[in-house]
């Protein structure tokens, strides 16, 4: 069953602080210089921005933890302070006046009996200037440098200090925070989580000895509430034996759902797959290629899944080209011929449309009824497929969205394969399972992948699924060869391009969104359209063609079929192309602008090409100066073309909730934990989340809800 998709978790503790935030100017404890407090008595509204930030409960409050800290315990002598040092003051303000000096500034003299210390503020209002009047005395932390006027502060936190006010006894938490919700709110808040709360244990004390892990109440308390001799900046970088309890336990909490989630799948029926083989036989023998060591291989484990009553979850995952296609159409043939149907759904109609070519090719002959549902079809031809789907003369159905958008329902649905599965939001892939009814088994699900999941990734957010790897390339494929190149060569590209077109070959011209401030739909358009333009203006010999995804879908197929067919020598296209499309012919693929792509997109596109006999190549056409970011990309698409040497670095690189597309894929995603960093941390998480659920499942159950509360529903799918 559909549900709605899940709040995203709240900002990993590695971000930066928020803008108006901390030592940036936020003085949320008396001095409001940005007036962004939450208005007063709008408790729906604050109700609101917690929730964005995943606050609801007080142990959501509890787990919120601190990006950095601040040390307000001592007060710095203006005379001591220590340029590009974070150091607190407390003196008078001598002076207070509004300056227009290039932009218009807000210039605080601030005294103590050591000297003076200029105040600089560039955003400012009229309250700020009221509560920094000549003659009151206040605190102010931040870096202090030297400037034209001596030295100074620019945008401290600041705050009113009352005679003999104590400093405090404790570093001051930074928390991830959101517009309207200010700090010193936060933290009064979380302080009554800890009073009000009892920070109890529920991973038994017997699981815990000879782990060397602390007490949980001690590493929150002291993650939030650190003494000044703790040192802050190392618990900034979540060191320590503090921070190492907290991933344990998100770990924990995970694994401990996952495999919930594994086992409740397990007492569900599905209908057994098991047939006499023969239409599988045939279309082995019928296939116009040998099938692969690798594809033997997955093909054997799909087979043994689909003939049990136990719902297949598996995940099918292979680089780019390594022929995952044809598996799929086998675990269909299976599913036809035991008497059920099939699904398969894609997430873009030049694939979806690419998959119905080919299994219509492979399976038509034998007597299957291949059918095609994608929005563009007119209503009365949807009608037809509708009838067709839910009166079972369709044996295999393929599409986009419209599977699940339209009015789709099956006979006898067996089999539901979702490609590109990280493409599709968790709800989206619950609603093609649940095409066949309550009272039906549920069907099998084959999810396809060609974007290769890092070991330590499937270990955390795909430990409840089954993992088959196709590690082989088909005979006679070749690896591309890839080129950095500055955009100021483009003549030698330009001529390379000549070159292939007149021996025959064919070349993909990928531009990416230009302006990235504009509306997307347009900056698509016109990316492209101007690209076409130059191009065509620099290579008026040859044969453009122009696909972008705002042409309509009639137009988008005419040109893709037209490049297949040879007709177009150079496609300029943006992204649309980026899965699935094959054309052997297609020996060069030149990437405009490289560095604004990630790794696993440029992978992708550099799998378009090399998909014949021909050695291929592809051009990364860069422009300079290249950030750190971007080099490092290029640098690690340049030396690899191991897909997945390159997820590695991916993960290693973006962190798990941006390799994985998107915060919609249907598994908890880690706030604290790293994968790469924490992998021995992992690997004890999966012993105690086993020994857990078979001796303490009240506990397992009390620690998943402490941690992720209404988010593990999606795993039990």
């Known amino acids: 069953m559909a549900r709605s998709r899940r709040k995203a978790p709240a900002r990993r503790a590695s971000a930066p602080a928020p803008k108006g935030q901390g030592a940036g100017g936020a003085n949320d404890d008396g001095l409001p210089a940005t007036g962004r407090g939450p208005p007063s008595g709008e408790a729906a509204t604050r109700a609101a921005r917690l929730e964005r930030l995943g606050l609801r409960r007080d142990w959501d409050f509890l787990l919120h933890l601190p990006l950095r800290y601040i040390d307000e315990t001592q007060v710095t002598p203006i005379a001591g302070l220590v340029s590009g040092a974070e150091q607190q003051v407390e003196g008078e303000v001598m002076a207070c006046e509004v300056a227009v000096r290039g932009r218009r500034q807000l210039l605080v003299r601030l005294a103590d009996a050591s000297g003076e210390l200029l105040l600089r503020f560039f955003h400012f209002y009229p309250s700020t200037r009221q509560q920094?009047?000549?003659?009151?005395?206040?605190?102010?932390?931040?870096?202090?440098?030297?400037?034209?006027?001596?030295?100074?502060?620019?945008?401290?936190?600041?705050?009113?200090?009352?005679?003999?006010e104590p400093l405090p006894q404790r570093l001051t938490p930074i928390y991830p925070t959101t517009e309207g919700v200010g700090q010193g709110w936060l933290r009064s808040r979380i302080a009554r989580a800890l009073r009000d709360v009892e920070i109890a244990e529920t991973v038994p004390a017997s699981l815990l000895a000879g782990t060397g892990l602390r007490p949980l109440d001690e590493a929150i308390r002291g993650l939030h509430q650190p003494s000044p001799g703790v040192a802050a900046a190392a618990l900034a970088q979540q060191q320590g034996p503090w921070w190492e309890r907290i991933r344990f336990d998100e770990l924990l909490a995970q694994q401990i759902s996952l495999r919930t989630a594994r086992a409740r799948r397990a007492?569900?029926?599905?209908?057994?797959?098991?047939?006499?083989?023969?239409?599988?036989?045939?279309?082995?023998?019928?296939?116009?290629?040998?099938?692969?060591g690798a594809q033997q291989r997955v093909w054997r484990e799909i087979e043994a899944d689909l003939a049990r009553t136990v719902p297949m979850q598996?995940?099918?995952?292979?680089?780019?080209?390594?022929g995952k296609t044809v598996v799929a159409a086998l675990a269909a043939a299976q599913a036809i011929d035991a008497g059920f149907q099939a699904a398969l759904m894609a997430p873009t109609e030049i694939l979806a449309e690419q998959h119905f070519g080919r299994i219509v090719q492979w399976l038509a002959p034998l007597g299957v009824r291949v059918t095609w549902l994608a929005g563009k079809l007119k209503a009365g031809q949807k009608r037809a497929v509708q009838q067709a789907a839910a009166s079972g003369e369709a044996q295999i159905v393929?599409?986009?969205?419209?599977?699940?958008?339209?009015?789709?329902d099956f006979a006898s649905l067996g089999l539901a394969i979702v490609d590109e599965q990280h493409r599709f939001g968790v709800a989206q892939r619950l609603r093609l399972r649940s095409r066949t009814g309550e009272a039906q088994p549920q069907p099998?699900?084959?999810?396809?992948?060609?974007?290769p999941i890092p070991r330590t990734l499937a270990m955390s957010y795909y430990a409840d699924l089954d993992v088959?790897?196709?590690?082989?390339?088909?005979?006679?494929?070749?690896?591309?060869?890839?080129?950095?190149?500055?955009?100021?060569?483009?003549?030698?590209?330009?001529?390379?391009?000549?070159?292939?077109?007149?021996r025959g070959a064919q070349v993909y011209w990928v531009c990416p969104l230009v302006n990235e401030g504009e509306d997307e739909s347009t900056a698509e358009l016109t990316a492209a359209t101007r690209m076409y333009e130059e191009t065509h203006a620099l290579l008026p010999e040859l044969r453009l063609g122009l696909l972008h995804g705002q042409l309509p879908p009639a137009e988008k197929t005419a040109v893709m079929h037209a490049f297949a067919a040879g007709e177009i020598d150079v496609l300029v296209?943006?992204?649309?192309?980026e899965v699935g499309v094959d054309v052997p012919r297609a020996s060069l693929m030149v990437i405009e602008h490289a560095q604004r792509f990630g790794l696993a997109q440029l992978h992708q596109l550099r799998g378009r090409v090399g998909r014949g006999a021909d050695r291929s190549f592809c051009v990364l056409l860069y422009d300079e100066p290249l950030s750190e970011a971007a080099r490092e990309r290029l640098r690690v698409l340049y030396e690899s073309t191991d897909g997945f040497e390159i997820a590695r670095r991916d993960l290693a690189l973006r962190g798990p909730g941006e390799f994985l597309g998107a915060r919609q894929s249907g598994v908890p995603l880690l706030r604290f934990a790293d994968l790469e960093r924490d992998a021995d941390l992992l690997g004890r998480a999966r012993e105690v989340a086993l020994q857990m659920l078979a001796r303490h499942p009240q506990q397992a159950a009390a620690h998943v809800q402490r941690w992720l509360g209404g988010r593990a529903e999606y795993l039990v799918a």
């Open 314 to 322: 598996r995940l099918l995952q292979g680089d780019v080209g390594s």
């Open 267 to 292: 007492e569900r029926s599905a209908p057994a797959l098991a047939s006499s083989g023969a239409l599988v036989s045939r279309l082995h023998a019928t296939l116009p290629f040998a099938l692969t």
């Open 132 to 164: 920094l009047a000549v003659g009151r005395r206040v605190r102010a932390y931040g870096v202090a440098r030297g400037g034209l006027m001596g030295l100074e502060m620019v945008h401290p936190r600041v705050h009113a200090a009352r005679p003999d």
């Open 468 to 502: 088959s790897v196709i590690d082989e390339l088909p005979p006679g494929r070749q690896p591309v060869v890839t080129k950095l190149v500055a955009a100021g060569r483009r003549d030698e590209v330009l001529d390379r391009v000549r070159a292939e077109a007149a």
């Open 398 to 408: 393929i599409g986009t969205h419209a599977l699940i958008q339209e009015a789709v």
């Open 573 to 577: 296209a943006t992204t649309v192309i």
């Open 444 to 451: 099998h699900l084959l999810m396809l992948s060609a974007t």
